[in-house]
């Protein structure tokens, strides 16, 4: 959508002072620890664009709580897995040999909208280590967030993911819809859902540039707006607008919980869950 098209379709600009207001009246309060997917252009015209929305997030919360985001970098993997689009399989080794290895300063994320893009390099913002499916954390025990995540299983047991669940942090869908919440990834490796891929990724380590390879799962992401219904029709979301954004708020632990018990129950699985 083109920023005249938003400006036509806002009735009043939205602000800090605005989107703060609204997120308070969602249920968002001061000292939460909460897990945000954005979508700018779902909020109507924003005066100050991505660095409204995170003022206005970090207002209400305060640094007693923990802002995070995902700020993954989907292309540092392997080539051999693209498909949007495909790159000729002749390239593959000089990708593999070239691409610039994954820095937590520097390297874009991808795909995450421009509030995630802004909020990676924010001061006191935080980045984990892993170079696809990294998470960045602000606030109160933000070291704590990003300091475990492990290069296998990249959304298991040792990620921001299943310590987020173990600090019963929230999720908020600000605009953005189930098939972001990356939350959901941590029950496939609960229930062992989805089959396993090597992938591989540019990294640092001792001072150079070196390949690494490694294990994860083959994220079913595509069941995501299915589960994310199924989800909201019996467990507690509280929903509203936060500008003209339609947005949700909920458990991480509920959602988790919930995803685990209907993925294992899930008929439409092409592959052996074994």
Not at 52 to 65: E, K, N
Not at 83 to 94: G, L, R, T
Not at 138 to 163: C, F, Q, R, T
């Amino acid at each position: 959508m083109t920023e005249s098209q938003l400006v036509q379709n806002t009735s009043t600009p939205r602000t800090r002072s605005s989107l703060a207001e609204d997120l308070r009246q969602l249920g968002l309060l001061e000292g939460d620890r909460v897990i945000v997917h954005t979508s700018l252009s779902s909020l109507g015209w924003v005066c100050g664009g991505a660095v409204t929305v995170i003022q206005a997030l970090m207002d209400v919360i305060t640094s007693h709580g923990t802002l995070i985001m995902p700020t993954q970098s989907p292309t540092l993997s392997d080539p051999v897995h693209w498909e949007a689009p495909p790159v000729p399989e002749e390239w593959h080794p000089i990708i593999r040999a070239e691409m610039p290895a994954y820095d937590p300063a520097t390297t874009p994320t991808q795909g995450m909208g421009q509030v995630a893009e802004i909020f990676r390099s924010w001061p006191g913002t935080l980045r984990s280590s892993h170079p696809k499916v990294s998470f960045a954390a602000w606030g109160k025990g933000a070291e704590e967030v990003v300091a475990l995540h492990s290069l296998d299983n990249s959304m298991g047991e040792e990620s921001p993911l299943a310590y987020l669940y173990k600090g019963n942090a929230a999720v908020l869908l600000l605009g953005a819809d189930y098939d972001t919440n990356t939350s959901f990834h941590l029950a496939e490796y609960r229930v062992n859902y989805a089959p396993r891929i090597e992938e591989g990724a540019p990294v640092i380590e001792g001072g150079k540039r070196v390949w690494k390879t490694y294990t994860d799962l083959d994220h079913q992401t595509h069941l995501f707006s299915e589960l994310g219904k199924s989800f909201e029709s019996e467990c507690r979301v509280y929903s509203g607008k936060v500008g003209s954004a339609k947005t949700r708020l909920f458990s991480q632990r509920d959602a988790v919980d919930y995803a685990s018990r209907w993925l294992k129950s899930y008929s439409g699985s092409c592959f052996s869950k074994e």
